[in-house]
């Protein structure tokens, strides 16, 4: 069964970064999308960035770009997302997510077919 852990959330000042990984080591990541998802408290989850399995496409909520970037490194089975200039609607617990059946291009939906336990973060204003 594919698993997914995430990790590198936290708390951090408005303004700060922080950096969250997931790790997919358990199955060969290249092939699947995986995609970051949020829920905030009392609010849907919502898909924050997302990374194609053929080409590293990416995609991202408006609401993120510019600020956030997703990366992928296939030679460890990782995908990161780079999380700069944070604000306090971001806070919210960070899912890492994983698809099948996708070539160039990814889902930025709340809906997965593999998920991880989710991670928190938290930004303080």
């Known amino acids: 069964q594919l698993k997914l852990v995430e990790s590198g959330g936290g708390a951090v000042q408005a303004g700060g970064s922080l950096r969250l990984s997931c790790d997919a080591s358990r199955f060969t990541a290249g092939n699947y999308a995986i995609g970051w998802i949020r829920e905030a408290p009392g609010k849907d989850r919502e898909g924050v960035s997302c990374i194609s399995p053929s080409d590293d496409s990416t995609k991202y909520a408006d609401s993120v770009k510019g600020r956030f970037t997703i990366t992928r490194d296939n030679t460890k089975n990782m995908v990161y997302l780079q999380m700069n200039s944070l604000k306090p609607e971001d806070t919210g617990v960070y899912y890492c997510?994983?698809?099948?059946?996708?070539?160039?291009?990814?889902?930025?939906?709340?809906?997965?077919?593999?998920w991880g336990q989710g991670i928190q973060v938290t930004v303080a204003s």
């Open positions: 997510a994983a698809d099948s059946g996708y070539g160039y291009s990814c889902p930025l939906g709340p809906r997965h077919d593999f």
